[in-house]
Every structure is written in C-alpha cells, then in structure tokens.
C-alpha cells in the first residue's frame, strides 16, 4: 500500500462485501509492472485520477473464493486472472492488484486454469505486447525491431515470435538483454556507437516503440523502408511529456503509424491463448519474486525508485493464505 506517493508498506486492510456482480479472489501471484506501478506509487501516472492512500498493481492470478449472486460463469476454487482489485475500505485502488486478497468486477476476471501462476500473473502486460504485435500489417518473415528491453518491450516480442515475425530487441539494459538472449532473441545494446548500423543491417519492415522518446526515434526511422514502414507506438509517456517523435519527418517518408493503449476482453482472452499454447512464455523474464511482506515492501520500493534491474518481477502471496 502506498499511504502517499512514495510512501510504500505492506498492511493489513478490510474488506467490504462482496457486491452481486463481483468476485472475492485471493490472489497467488501478482506481477509487477516496473513502469506503471512506478508511475503510480510516485503519484505521476498522469492517465488517471490516482488518490492516496491506495493500492497499486493490475495483474494478478488467483483462486475463486467468494462469487457474487449475479454471476454466472465462475466457481470457487477457479484459477482465474484479474485485472482489479477493489473493496478496500477507506484505502482507494490504484487498481489494487498488489493483494494477498480483493475484490474484482466479474468483467475484469478471466478464467486461467491450465496456465502457469509465474506466466498468467503477467496477462495486463502480456496483453499490451500481444496489441502491438497484433497492429502490423505484415507476412510471418517480416523484421521487427522492438525497441525496449522491459516487460512490455519483452512480450511484444513474444507476441511477434507467435505471428511469425523476425525480431531484434534493442535495449539498454545488459542483464534484461541477455534474458530476452536465453529467451531466443536477437538483442542489440541501444547505447553502442554502431546500433543504428546493426538495426539497418537487420532492415526491418516495422517498429515497436516502447520506449517513446526522441532519442529512441532517431535511431530506428532512418532504417524503415519509406512508403511501407510501419511505427506501433506501445508504452506510457507521463510528467506531461507529449511528443516523442517528428511528426513532418513521419509524413515525408509517408510511414504508417499506430497508437496503442488500454484493455480489452478480447486481447486479454487471445494473450490468454497464446500463454495455454506456450507462446507467451512470460516465466522466462521472471528475475524476482517477493514472498514475504518485508520482500514486497522492499521490491516494491525498488520498482518506485526505478531501481529493478530484472525484466520482470512478481509478488507471491502464497504466505497470506
């Protein structure tokens, strides 16, 4: 819990009622998200009315303990994932995934039995890459630059793998690239002198951008092919930044440009997919798990300072129950 911005602890918290159309769920394993949940406890998301003090996190797997008398599709006992966690009382949610135990609206609550904890704890994220990857307009063999080496960065390349697509992951993070190596992918240190030659040798035919900044800009749109290039911008600009790219520049070279954001049940339900049939392998970026309150603060504190130097990182609750 974040009692003010910054100001992070792991407490204890009542719960209200179970409402008719929502679901009591005790959570197994919430996954982290190193930028939005930063954003968030830092109090500078920027998307969203964020009110302290509240709870932080939007993915996590759990069991069904408690279903609401309006629901219908759920039972207790169901491995489900959540993208909320909500009945805190005199807490507010910041989403609220970041919970040994909370509430969710039936249509933030996805069946998940059959997939790992430490792979479907990362669906929100997983689902952002999988609707980046799902915007090109492109045949299995296309290149595909995906540039950042975080959780989002990681799944869009897996989602691109799924589709057929050739990658190459540009990063700055030594230790997160060589993950996404083990993982199978081509990598390349976006802070070397010779990047922008290593991605124009690898001529992508598109980009994800994670990173959204002009520095990132710079180095990969010289290598799009003009007329046909492709730019899926993917991430979350906050402190009021509004442009990360030159929009005359992307006219000249008549480049087609994609903006991605939010949930849907749809993408949630196909990355879902992809993790049931292996293709969304989200474990392999796992580099800490918190398992205990003192863990958690700890991890959590690190995240906020934007200090977490693995790609992905997750709280296990299995303690709490």
């Not at 489900?80 to 910041?94: F, I, M, N, P, Q």
């Not at 309150?293 to 303690?319: C, H, I, K, Q, Y």
């Amino acid at each position: 819990m974040c009692r003010r911005p910054g100001d992070i602890e792991c407490a204890t918290l009542d719960l209200a009622r179970v409402g008719p159309g929502q679901l009591l769920v005790r959570t197994l394993m919430s996954g982290v998200s190193t930028g939005t949940d930063k954003w968030v406890m830092r109090g500078t998301f920027g998307w969203a009315d964020i009110t302290f003090p509240a709870v932080p996190g939007y993915q996590r797997v759990g069991v069904v303990e408690e279903v609401g008398s309006d629901v219908v599709g759920f039972r207790t006992g169901q491995r489900v994932v959540a993208t909320s966690g909500l009945g805190y009382v005199e807490v507010g949610s910041a989403w609220g995934g970041h919970s040994s135990r909370s509430i969710s609206e039936a249509a933030d609550v996805y069946d998940a039995e059959g997939i790992p904890a430490e792979r479907s704890a990362f669906v929100v994220v997983a689902q952002v890459g999988y609707n980046a990857a799902s915007r090109l307009l492109l045949d299995a063999g296309a290149h595909v630059l995906v540039v950042g080496d975080g959780v989002i960065g990681a799944s869009a390349a897996f989602a691109c793998r799924a589709r057929g697509f050739d990658v190459l992951v540009a990063g700055r993070h030594r230790s997160r690239l060589d993950t996404l190596h083990e993982a199978g992918f081509a990598t390349v240190d976006a802070r070397a002198t010779d990047v922008e030659a290593t991605v124009a040798r690898f001529e992508p035919s598109a980009v994800i951008d994670t990173v959204q900044n002009a520095e990132a800009f710079d180095m990969y749109i010289p290598s799009l092919p003009r007329r046909t290039g492709q730019v899926v911008y993917s991430g979350h600009s906050p402190d009021g930044v509004t442009a990360w790219g030159d929009m005359a520049v992307l006219q000249q070279r008549e480049l087609t440009v994609h903006f991605v954001s939010g949930i849907t049940s749809t993408r949630v339900e196909a990355t879902l997919g992809l993790m049931r049939d292996g293709a969304m392998p989200s474990e392999q970026l796992l580099g800490t798990v918190a398992g205990s309150p003192d863990d958690a603060a700890r991890l959590m504190r690190r995240v906020s300072a934007g200090r977490l130097e693995p790609v992905a990182a997750a709280v296990d609750w299995t303690w709490a129950a």
